[in-house]
């Protein structure tokens, strides 16, 4: 038995009558879904029904489905008396959370209701600035900050469609002009920044003034940016520069900024002290801006994009990292390219030692291992022999990202270096550096349990996806590209699951759309994968950034460990002695010249027994005349046999001498 419509089962039962639709429309609200409007034959029953409730006799029916009625008949008339009721409760009651609840329903209202809370606008800007005016020595919660900014923010639309645009600029005008006081109050004991100067303050009210202002300055931040976040009837005018003068005033601020002369060196610690929040809230506010101004902002992306690589530059903290990194992500994502030759370079330069962490150096991976399963005795202790992948086996390297903040500044720094990769402006020496440290990631991180990475294990497969995604983009510029990354292009199919920029590409590497290129392109060999194959000005550039474990030396550095093995193998070569293998007339003959071999075998091959029974035997050499009928027949060696011995023999075979006078073919 199939189920019943859902709109069949209401039709019958709660919206029977008119008395039944106003009780049960709670319940008849919540169970309908999208899915049970699709067309269907109740369908039109189901607006036959809607349309007689609007035209009800009974007042609840009416209020209940059409909206202009509930707004005439219960929000006009109890809305003001609901906001006159609440707003004295917050001011009488002084529980925290009670305040929150009261805010965040004003804020909800207010958009709904604009013209029933005009009359309210003075009573509700005052009680919004009044959890906004900074708190000291405590600072304002953050769930407090937010419900009274929010507040704050919606106020324009009391204004109506004429006047929100009116009432927004002024908004973010004295908001603004509330952030520099706030600001100049904690840069008392350094040269003026801003329009007007402050007076240092003495040290006891430095105590008080200095946290209370930092607040302040939090607010300032919030509510500008639920100010540049919110909505409006009519296009507004955006104070793009007075925002980018306060905001490089924030970025601006440097921990070795020269203070005034004769400052009290207290205050002026406790300012310095500070510096670092101001970086934060200039962050936040550049991430808000970005998103709201997008291109209108690049005439000032080169100014702020400086500001952000200088801060990376001196290496900040994974937290303080991990907000100039979501920053310069979003100017680049939302603004034009950086039109300038040498800012791109500048800024990959400090973004690439924030990947190379993944990258484990040779040192690391030849570490010894100080288990105590190592430390035993020199009798019972064997050699130690180091084999192809056996890094992938140790546990002494510690977590990559020990905290989220290091893990979330990771994956930022790639989503930076796809981005930067795509200027056209970045030197040729960068862009392939970094190209080659993320395709030596890619190879990595398959290595790297997810553990090894972070304590978040969704880490290592978001990363590896990004990853995998930014070098099958880097692969696939044209279709000839395209076909010598074949091997990145199959592997993202497999590793990225649903993604249609992928098997975009690949349905793109199957089926091109243009022939291919004429002009063939360079081979694998000539491309500089090793620093030994690296030129000049890529070895200058990595060892700037300091990154000198993080790519190989050479090819044949992976196997440098195997030279373990030959020594076993020479050793046993060379056990019996060569004149117990061979006649003495081996010995008699002149020696040949020696194999060509690697110089890691010469280096490591001792002076045996026949080395020096034959350099004796060179020394008084005895000639004898040839055999011309008969070659010398080989005496049999004993079980143990060496095949490098017995070619040594066929080869010093004498010629047999030939009969010039004979018609015959007998020698």
């Known amino acids: 038995m199939e189920p019943s419509h859902p709109l069949k089962a209401l039709l019958q039962f709660q919206l029977a009558t008119d008395a039944y639709s106003v009780?049960?429309?709670?319940?008849?609200?919540?169970?309908?879904t999208q899915e049970a409007l699709l067309p269907s034959s109740h369908l039109p029953k189901w607006t036959t029904r809607i349309n007689s409730l609007l035209h009800s006799k009974d007042a609840g029916a009416r209020a209940g489905v059409g909206t202009p009625e509930y707004q005439r008949q219960v929000a006009t008339p109890n809305i003001p008396k609901f906001t006159a009721a609440i707003i004295p409760?917050?001011?009488?009651?002084?529980?925290?959370?009670?305040?929150?609840?009261?805010?965040?329903?004003?804020?909800?209202?207010?958009?709904?209701?604009?013209?029933?809370?005009?009359?309210?606008?003075?009573?509700?800007?005052?009680?919004?600035?009044?959890?906004?005016?900074?708190?000291?020595?405590?600072?304002?919660?953050?769930?407090l900050l937010n419900a009274a900014s929010s507040l704050y923010s919606v106020l324009h639309f009391t204004g109506g469609k004429v006047g929100a645009?009116?009432?927004?600029?002024?908004?973010?005008?004295?908001?603004?002009?509330?952030?520099?006081?706030?600001?100049?109050?904690?840069?008392?004991?350094?040269?003026?920044?801003?329009?007007?100067?402050?007076?240092?303050?003495?040290?006891?009210?430095?105590?008080?003034g200095i946290p209370l202002n930092l607040d302040r300055l939090r607010s300032c931040t919030v509510v500008l940016c639920n100010l540049l976040s919110s909505t409006t009837h009519r296009p507004v005018q955006l104070p793009l520069g007075p925002l980018i003068k306060f905001i490089s005033a924030l970025l601006s601020c440097t921990k070795d900024d020269r203070g005034k002369e004769h400052a009290d060196l207290a205050i002026h610690s406790m300012e310095i002290s500070i510096i670092s929040d101001f970086w934060k809230f200039g962050c936040e506010l550049t991430t808000c801006l970005a998103s709201c101004a997008r291109q209108h902002l690049t005439p000032n992306l080169t100014r702020l994009i400086s500001f952000l690589t200088y801060h990376l530059e001196q290496k900040p903290t994974p937290a303080q990292r991990l907000f100039f990194l979501t920053t310069v992500q979003a100017l680049l994502k939302h603004c034009h390219l950086l039109d300038s030759p040498l800012v791109p370079t500048r800024l990959a330069k400090a973004v690439l030692p924030s990947l190379s962490v993944v990258l484990a150096s040779p040192a690391e991976i030849q570490a010894p291992d100080d288990t105590p399963a190592s430390q035993k005795s020199k009798k019972g202790k064997k050699r130690a022999r180091g084999y192809e992948g056996d890094e992938v086996f140790k546990l002494s390297r510690e977590v990559i990202c020990p905290g989220p903040d290091e893990g979330k500044a990771l994956f930022a720094a790639v989503e930076v270096m796809r981005l930067v990769l795509r200027n056209p402006n970045l030197s040729s020496a960068m862009q392939s550096i970094s190209v080659r440290v993320l395709l030596s990631i890619l190879l990595t991180l398959p290595q790297i349990s997810p553990a090894s990475l972070s304590s978040n294990l969704r880490l290592h497969s978001d990363l590896l996806q990004l990853v995998q995604s930014i070098?099958?983009?880097?692969?696939?510029?044209?279709?000839?590209?395209?076909?010598?990354?074949?091997?990145?292009?199959?592997?993202?199919?497999?590793?990225?699951?649903?993604n249609e920029d992928t098997l975009r590409d690949l349905e793109i590497l199957l089926h091109p759309r243009v022939p291919p290129l004429v002009r063939s392109l360079p081979h694998v060999e000539s491309l500089s994968l090793f620093r030994a194959e690296e030129p000049q000005e890529e070895a200058d550039v990595r060892e700037e950034i300091g990154l000198h474990g993080a790519l190989p030396d050479q090819p044949t550095n992976l196997h440098e460990e195997d030279v373990v093995m030959h020594d076993s193998i020479a050793h046993i070569t060379q056990a019996p002695p060569l004149n117990h293998l061979q006649p003495k007339t081996v010995d008699e003959r002149p020696s040949p010249a020696p194999p060509v071999a690697s110089p890691s075998l010469v280096t490591q091959q001792p002076l045996g027994p026949a080395t020096m029974s034959k350099a004796s035997a060179i020394e008084q050499p005895q000639m004898k005349p040839p055999v011309p009928k008969?070659?010398?027949?080989?005496?049999?060696?004993?079980?143990?046999?060496?095949?490098?011995?017995?070619?040594?023999?066929?080869?010093?075979?004498?010629?047999p001498a030939i009969n010039m006078d004979s018609d015959s073919d007998e020698y």
């Open 23 to 32: 009780l049960h429309l709670p319940y008849v609200l919540s169970t309908l």
């Open 89 to 143: 409760i917050v001011d009488k009651n002084t529980d925290e959370e009670l305040r929150i609840l009261i805010l965040e329903t004003l804020a909800r209202l207010v958009p709904v209701y604009p013209t029933l809370y005009r009359a309210s606008h003075t009573a509700l800007s005052a009680l919004s600035l009044r959890f906004l005016d900074g708190s000291a020595p405590n600072p304002t919660r953050n769930s």
């Open 165 to 208: 645009a009116n009432l927004w600029r002024k908004s973010v005008d004295e908001t603004l002009a509330f952030g520099w006081n706030a600001f100049l109050a904690l840069r008392t004991t350094f040269p003026n920044d801003g329009p007007n100067g402050a007076n240092s303050p003495n040290i006891d009210d430095a105590l008080i």
């Open 471 to 498: 070098n099958t983009e880097l692969g696939s510029g044209t279709t000839s590209v395209m076909s010598k990354s074949l091997g990145i292009v199959v592997r993202a199919t497999i590793i990225e699951d649903d």
């Open 630 to 655: 008969s070659t010398p027949q080989p005496v049999v060696p004993p079980p143990v046999q060496v095949p490098v011995a017995q070619e040594v023999d066929d080869e010093d075979e004498e010629m």
